[in-house]
């Protein structure tokens, strides 16, 4: 396994990071085909016998179960100060807005929270999983700040904006003496290359951290259709995440797929 710094920290991780969004109680989330403890205890600890030291997941990720599962492997199975941990929050929803919720009150008792599920004193890296349009983003960095200073959080990254977004959060945070933005969590992949569009991150001391290998296409029920006719494939589109979920057998041969992909009017690339 190969490491890296992360942008411009002391963070040395693994170049693979390990998503933890399918861990989880499957009853208390988005999804319903997250995986229970010991399945996923088994694929976090195959990941740390490979090398990987990169964990991350998210407080929305099946009601905070995702996270309480990482917590539990790491006091079962690693050495806390061996694994990069990295985890969200989200902003106010509007019914913390109109009840009255304080920014800071809201980040610290998310923070909190996720310390408690995690069981650790600290995270590693704390992202704002997405732009918070409903809180002036001067107001999200000071209390960030304060969070690291508190030696709650080491570091901090963003998920899901922009390049002018992030500028304008980093030269805010530079002018007051404040944390930056160290890492941005974008989707991409070899259709969705907005992050190749925006800007080169790296340059300005940041590391992109890609998710998503596949795209949600609106042609995966034409595709199941076409695909399912090969013997050997199977195809099945979920509704649920809005993409198509496709195993071969060993014996399928690419240009069969290939070939059935392009007699239901599509390229592959529209598959990838």
Known sequence: MEYIYLGNSDLKVSKVCLGCMGFGEAKKGMHSWTLPYQESKDIMKYALSKGINFFDTAMAYQGGTSEEYVGRFIKECAKREDIIIATKFHGRTKEQIEAGMSVRDHIETCLNNSLKRLQTDYIDLYILHEWDYHTPIEETMNILNDMILLKKVRYIGISNCYAWQI???????????????????????????EEEREEKKEENGMKTVKIEGMMCMHCVGHVEEALNKISGVEAKVSLEDKCAYITCKEDVKEQDIKSAVEEAGYQVTEIA
Not at 171 to 190: P, R, T
């Open 167 to 193: 500028a304008k959060a980093n030269e805010i945070a530079k002018k007051n003496g404040w944390a930056q933005f160290i890492s941005v969590q974008g989707h991409y992949n070899l259709i969705f290359r």
